[in-house]
């Protein structure tokens, strides 16, 4: 249901582009996440106890992350790079080091120093450090440790997936747009 609508949506967009001339393209992918957004925010809205749809989404999620992480790690073809392998430890450790210190003094922080706020700055970093994927994955294991954070599981994701998808959609079409003009102006 959520692909479907998901496509609906891409494809309401891709006819106002064409109508109105709007040059920014949404991945599908993007509309999708939307698409899921709404369905679950009628799903909070509806009476009744939803808990076995919730439990059962979670189950989906889980298996979904996993199969992604694994996909990921197997098609890396580490060989190509290790002749940079002294280079990549080095950005590895500053980034690291620098992921981890901007979440602890800003983001935790920031967020309210709770909770709920560990569990996003380890999120954070996991974004940080990698993807999405990533933030869920390091966000799970706390949480399986601890204990679930809703508020997390929700801004993490959104903010993660969903609007930075929007952001990157918007300025790599703009500066792609400039790209060519300027490519444009220095040809002629």
Known sequence: ???GIGKIIEL????IQENTGWKVALPIHVCCMFAGIVIRLIYD???GNHDVLYESIDIVGEFSLALFVSMSIITMKLWQLSG???ALVVLLIAQLVLIVTFCYFLTFRLLGKNYDAAVMAVGHMGFGLGAVPVSMTTMQAVCKKYRYSKLAFFVVPVIGGFISNLTNAVIITKFL???????TIWIS
């Open 1 to 3: 249901m959520q692909i």
């Open 12 to 15: 309401g967009l891709k006819s």
């Open 45 to 47: 809205r509806k009476e």
């Open 84 to 86: 940079l392998g002294l």
């Open 177 to 183: 747009d400039l790209a060519k003009d300027l490519h």
